[in-house]
Each structure stands twice: as structure tokens, then as C-alpha cells.
């Protein structure tokens, strides 16, 4: 089947699902694609805030309706540079702001593995597309949990990187210190080998860490050896889980990790809490800053004209915070508070290889549901905000269902020690399937 042809069909068999915002319906990134590499015949879809030249790049907003990017994101260069074939530009929460995928000015994205509930976000698309078999690999960005919240809830693969091992020139960024571009793939293996072609020094990027791409070879080294690992389980993570049925789901994926050979060694989070409040608090600060080049005068339109309201309320309290009178208040206390997270988390993983938990606290809603409180919403990140504040590695891998619902089992590993946590999502999957 040709090209266009192949490319209709995905767009009616979409309708149902809403994972695309736009799809390449002319092929214009078939140009510059190259037709070898690692990539080869497989199909991508980019998270509509990574630029991808020729194609809207919205962030699922009204702001950026009309706005086509004029270059490559670095990752999507080098997609490209190993043929990997782009498809179009996946639903998201406008501008990464929710974690439902339920705030697009395109409309909700449908949960292929949970039909009318929702499939998570902000990444929500990415997670979707990949879910549906629409394509074989996604890229999303993951601001708190943007990428690991969505592939829980719709039974995928999704995989946040070290911040700075992949380069974020490209990405229209919500929170630049926390955002990190990684891929959602339907296994482990898929997910290793985008991060293989992802990962690396890039000069265009100052958060980008000087990592050579001999030394991002994951998918090769691949190792599902559980035995003889020590992970990592706090009693906090309990008290934290609001559903039972997940409860069951990751003890029971601790029953199957120690079975497989490994070692499950009790560690404490006492500020595991704390995280949620204080992500929140640096994100809306920094999105803040992130919007005030969208004054309508450039290109788009004004953004409080025209966003959702969620988009609203943390520009709103961005700029409460960032007033010079409230700072010491909030945003000062808020990054004392992520460097006793970060340090936290980093005594608690010295006698273990990784942290095993859960990756969402609770099952996702139905869409549509009214919420009339964001901290709600805001609850589905509990345990995947820590990792960004701290800079780690981290992903989901399906652990089960609960009433026939997925979700995930999140493992978190030290700085740049994304090979080892790639490494025990593996073994899980392999072994404890």
C-alpha cells in the first residue's frame, strides 16, 4: 500500500481514538528521510510540542493553531538520519499542562485499552497511538510524569531519561529544568533502541550533558537478569496508592520481581509527599516564564485570550508566585524543598541497584468526568514527579490490569543509570509477565 493511501486509512481508523492532531498526509518528511538505519520501517509519532519541520507544531492549542515549524527537532534529525518514518504529530494536554489528556483545544484523546476512560497525559497521543498499533514507537515529553502517566494507563512502554541525555532543542517547553523528551513503545526493546538514536551531546542544547553516542547503546546491552538485583520499595508508597486494586497489582509485581531471583529491600521516602506541592510550585513559575513570548504580536495568538483553563490558572499563579513580594513565600522554599527530595532520594537508592513503585496512585477517570478541583488531577503524579525534580531516570512497564483496566509498575533509577532501570523494565517484562 502507498504512502498517502497508508496514511488515510490511519486517519479514519483514528477517528474513534483522537491520538493525532495532524498526520503527513503529503509525505513532506519522507524526503529527508533516509531509507536505512535502525529505525527502518518503523512508523513514529512526535508529541505536537517537538518540532518536526513542515508540520503544525500546536501544543494542542488555540494559541499555536496556525503555527508550522521551520525546522527539526535534534531528535527528530536524527530519526530521520536512522529511517524512522514520521507519521504526524500526536494529541497532547494543551501545552503539557494536565495529566488526562483531556485539555487539548483538539479535543480529548480516547484510551484504546480502556475505552471512554481517559488515556493519561500529558503525553496522551503519544501513549494512545502506540497503544492502538497505530505506530510502531512515540516520542513524548515528560514535564512530572507526561510520559510514564499515560503508558500506565493505556498498558504501554514509556521511558523518561537522565535530564540532559537527550537534547530538548526542538521541544516547546513547559518547565525547562524538569521537561526531558523520551519515547513510548509498545516493549522495552523498542523503547531502548529510540532512546539508542535519541541520546547524546548536543551542542544547540545547554541542558545537554557531553555524553558520547558510543556510550548510548542501550538497546544492545539489554540484560533481563533479575537475579542477584536489589530493588528499592518504600512503606510510603501504601499509604500513597488510592486504589486497592493497584495495591494488589504491585504487590503482586514484587511477589513475581523476587521470584525471578531478585532482592526487594525496604528503603524510606518520608517527604515522598512534599514532592507533588513542590513540583507544582516550580512548574507554575517557570510555564510562567515559558508564555510570555506568546504575546500575539510574533506569531499566534495571545495566550490568555485564547487558552484552556487550566493553561490559565497556572500562568495566573505563575505570576503570583514569581512577584517579588510572594518569591521568598513560595518559589524560594519550593527549591529548598526539590533539593531535600533530590538528596532524599539519593540516600535511598545508595544500597539499592533501583526504586521499584507504583506509576499511578489510582485508575484513570472516565472522560468527561466534572473535577471541580485541579489537585485531583494534579494527585495522578505522586509518584512520578519526584524523578523530574531530581533529574532521573525512570519508566513504566504494564504490571496488570484492575477490572480491566492497565497500570504500571514505575522503576526509577540512579543519575545516568538509565541502562540499569531499561535493564530491570525488561527483566520484568520478560520474567514476570
Known sequence: ????????????????????????????????????????????????????????????????????????????????????????????????????????????????????????????????????????????????????????????????????????????????????????????????LMLDVIAGHDSKDGTSLKIGKEDCQFSRKLNPKLKGRKLGYAAEFDRLIADNGIKKVIHNALDKLSNAGAEIVEISLPNLDKALPTYYLNVYVEFFSATRKYDGRRYGHKIEDVCGEEVLRRILLGSYISQKEYSGRYYRKALQARSVIRNELSEAMKNVDVIVSPTVPKLPHKIGTKIEDPRVIYAYDIFTTPVNLAGLPAGSVPAG??????????????PLEDQKVLDVLHGFEKNCG
Not at 512515540?138 to 510524569?145: F, N, P, V
Open 401 to 414: 490490569k484492575v477490572g480491566g483496566i492497565p497500570t504500571g509498575l514505575q522503576v526509577i533509577g540512579k
Open 1 to 192: 500500500m502507498e504512502y498517502a493511501a497508508k496514511v488515510r486509512e490511519l486517519r479514519e481508523e483514528d477517528r474513534e481514538i483522537n491520538s493525532f492532531i495532524v498526520l503527513d498526509t503529503t509525505g513532506v518528511n519522507q524526503q529527508s528521510t533516509a531509507k536505512k538505519g535502525v529505525l527502518a520501517g518503523k512508523s513514529i509519532a512526535i508529541k505536537s510540542n517537538i518540532c518536526v519541520e513542515g508540520l503544525l507544531a500546536t501544543c494542542a492549542s488555540k494559541t499555536l493553531e496556525n503555527h508550522i515549524a521551520t525546522f527539526d527537532a535534534t531528535v527528530v534529525e536524527a530519526i530521520k538520519k536512522e529511517g524512522g518514518l514520521i507519521v504526524g504529530m500526536a494529541n497532547m494536554d494543551e501545552f503539557a499542562c494536565g495529566a488526562s489528556g483531556e485539555t487539548s483545544y483538539y479535543g480529548p484523546t480516547d484510551n484504546p485499552n480502556a475505552k471512554g476512560f481517559i488515556p493519561g497525559g500529558s503525553s496522551s497521543g503519544s501513549a494512545a497511538a502506540v497503544a492502538s498499533g497505530f505506530v510502531d514507537i512515540a516520542l513524548g515529553s515528560d514535564t512530572g510524569g507526561s510520559i510514564r502517566n499515560p503508558a500506565s494507563h493505556c498498558g504501554v512502554v514509556g521511558f523518561k531519561p537522565t535530564y540532559g541525555l537527550v537534547s530538548r532543542y526542538g521541544l516547546i517547553d513547559m518547565a525547562m529544568s524538569l521537561d526531558q523528551i523520551g519515547p513510548i513503545a509498545r516493549d522495552v526493546e523498542n523503547a531502548a
